[in-house]
């Protein structure tokens, strides 16, 4: 199983970043996808969710409104889009895949397989 995160990249305060999530090694469309983010010295946290068929999305307070999750499952991947990006959502982002549970689990502990991180720097 291979989950390849890539896009991330030093942004100004109020820019845009798209970052995408390629998945191989697994039925695509059998799993949740979701993006978390880690940033210096904090724990890692729940971005948004998507269900499997990609109709029903779930965000962290932080991201609403500005940021946008959505799949493609012909081409196994994920993506987010963020906007009015802020100092505060400088992090590594990893993309996830979960099995059983819905697409508005955010605990990183349930999910089964972990993209290896992009990093996202907003500067100021």
């Known amino acids: 199983v291979q989950l390849q995160a890539s896009g991330g990249g030093l942004v100004q305060v109020g820019g845009s970043l798209g970052l995408s999530c390629a998945a191989s090694?697994?039925?695509?469309?059998?799993?949740?996808m979701a993006w978390f983010r880690q940033a210096p010295a904090k724990e890692r946290e729940f971005v948004a969710g998507?269900?499997?068929?990609?109709?029903?999305?779930e965000y962290a307070d932080s991201a609403k409104g500005r940021f946008t999750i959505w799949r493609d499952n012909a081409k196994n991947s994920v993506y987010l889009q963020m906007h009015t990006l802020r100092p505060e959502d400088t992090a590594v982002y990893y993309c996830a895949a979960n099995r059983f549970f819905d697409y508005r689990q955010s605990s990183a502990s349930e999910y089964d397989h972990w993209g290896q991180g992009t990093l996202v720097t907003v500067s100021s």
């Open positions: 090694g697994i039925t695509f469309s059998n799993y949740v």
């Open positions: 998507i269900s499997r068929g990609g109709g029903s999305t």
